[in-house]
C-alpha cells in the first residue's frame, strides 16, 4: 500500500510540474504575440504620421467659464462653439 501511495505522489509531483511548465509557455507566447502586436500597430501609427497628443491638465486658464446653454424652439439644447477655422456651429446635446 505504502508503495502505491509513494508512486501517486510522485507522479503527481510530476503532473504538476508538468503543468506548471506548460502555463509559462503559454504565458509567455501570449505575452510575445501581444508585445509583437502592439509594436506592430504603433509602428504603423507612426508610418502614418500620428503623433502622440502632449499631456496637458483639464484646466489651462485661471478661470473657467462653462460654455453657456441655449435652448431652440423646439426645446432642443446647444452651445455654440467654434471650429478650427473660427466659424460658429451649434453642439447639440
Known sequence: ME?????TRS???EYQNKIDIEN?????IVFIFLFAVLWFTLALRRKNGVKRKPWRPFQTKGSYEPPKVFYGKRGGRFRIRYNNNGEPYRDYF
Open 3 to 7: 508503495v502505491l501511495i509513494a508512486a
Open 11 to 13: 507522479s503527481l509531483e
Open 24 to 28: 509559462a509557455v503559454r504565458f509567455g
